[in-house]
């Protein structure tokens, strides 16, 4: 009978090759499901067979003992339930070990966004020496297109049609969309293209050697950029996404839309932006409506 460590190890061979999982992906899951086998072990637990609820419970109680916060704890039960589904469909398990297990609920924080005026400052940044071109180029990107910090630095050339304003990105799981690039990115773009040469399958954002650019060096320099504009705010590249996301959908009322130009497989995502879009026409409100209570 294979043991439980081999279940996983095929589980996780199974999301990076067929389903092409990335690396995050598969190293988030390894780490959730070692903690899964670590607790059967100290339980004299063998195989997962003789798991059901109530002990899946008392794990999730440990855990929540051991300092992991609710969001860790339904990740958590996220990568057990996503191995036990695949178990069942293979005819390796008969029952649901977490039929009816949940974890403590998750308070969701709304994201931090720039206002417009924010937004036009940090991208108009002028910043020194020979980094000017290619930083104003990531900030507009980043901003007139909502990418992933992942999707900018594996940007090729190849990938980007300045002619008629789009951009194709290889997001999550492997998907492919296309988005739209304003005005000023392409402008900018096309300003870093003349400086350093469209080569189609070369990155658009180079590090050292010629290689894509570094993501921990592209989250330094937002960070260095916003100093100097004596921005108070924590500047990084995913603000830059929710505030896309969110001067999209408050200009369009478009949900579906932005959750295409997102590339968000599951809408529920994106529906976090109809709150902050909310938040601004309570302050309008506030601020504009007679009766209104102002603070």
């Not at 999982?21 to 003789?50: C, E, P």
């Not at 304003?182 to 954002?205: D, T, W």
């Amino acid at each position: 009978m294979s043991k439980p460590q081999d279940h996983v190890d095929a589980w996780l061979a199974r999301l990076a090759g067929e389903r092409q999982a990335s690396a995050h992906t598969v190293d988030g899951y390894r780490r959730d499901l070692a903690k899964l086998l670590r607790w059967m072990d100290t339980q004299g637990i063998a195989s997962f067979d003789a798991l059901e609820p109530n002990r899946m419970r008392g794990f999730v109680a440990t855990e929540h003992r051991a300092g992991l916060s609710p969001k860790s704890l339904q990740r958590l039960l996220s990568s057990c339930r996503s191995l036990f589904r695949q178990l069942t469909r293979e005819g390796l398990l008969d029952h649901d070990p977490l039929a009816g297990v949940r974890g403590p609920k998750v308070h969701r924080k709304l994201p931090q966004v720039l206002d417009v005026d924010e937004a036009t400052t940090l991208v108009e940044t002028q910043s020194e020496g020979a980094l000017n071109v290619r930083d104003r180029a990531m900030l507009e990107l980043f901003y007139s297109s909502g990418l992933r910090l992942s999707e900018l630095t594996g940007l090729r050339w190849i990938d980007l049609d300045l002619q008629q304003g789009e951009v194709r990105v290889l997001g999550k799981g492997s998907k492919t969309r296309i988005v739209p690039v304003g005005r000023h990115a392409v402008a900018a773009l096309r300003a870093l293209g003349e400086k350093e040469g469209m080569v189609p399958e070369q990155p658009v954002f180079k590090g050292r050697g010629g290689a894509p650019i570094n993501p921990r060096t592209v989250q330094l320099r937002l960070k260095t950029l916003a100093v100097q504009q004596g921005m108070a705010k924590h500047i990084h590249p995913h603000l830059l996404r929710h505030t896309f996301a969110s001067h999209m959908l408050e200009s369009s009322g478009d949900l579906r839309a932005v959750q295409e130009l997102l590339g968000h497989a599951d809408i529920a995502t994106t529906q976090i932006y109809t709150h902050l879009d909310f938040q601004h026409l309570a302050r309008v409100y506030d601020a504009a409506h007679p009766r209104a209570k102002r603070k």
